[in-house]
């Protein structure tokens, strides 16, 4: 469990690294909770990635962090549900 206090800014999405992980402005990579897309080699994974591409590539998002995980995962990724376009980002 993290300790300290959970980060909620919004931001623009610059890139989308799969289905599941995007960078935010200020070089942040966001690791969406609530989501586990294949990776990108998996079946689905190219597909997942195109889907959250299509919905908050260059849109402004609204990034609210973990407040149970606070602070980066192992790959340094801050664990946050994301809302582009007012729609929180779940699986589909």
């Known amino acids: 469990m993290g300790s300290g206090y959970a980060r909620c800014f919004e931001t623009n999405v610059t890139r989308v690294v799969d289905g599941d992980t995007v ?28 889907y959250l591409e299509s919905l908050c590539l260059n849109a402004s998002a609204l990034i609210d962090e973990d407040d149970l995980q606070v602070g980066d995962d192992p790959y340094g990724r801050v664990l946050a549900v994301v809302y582009c376009a007012g729609t929180m980002q779940t699986p589909r």
Do not use: H, M, N, Y
Request: negative net charge; without cysteine.
């Open 23 to 50: 960078d935010v402005s200020g070089g942040l990579r966001i690791r969406l909770v609530l989501v586990d897309a294949p990776e990108l080699s998996e079946i689905g994974g190219p597909e997942a990635k195109t």
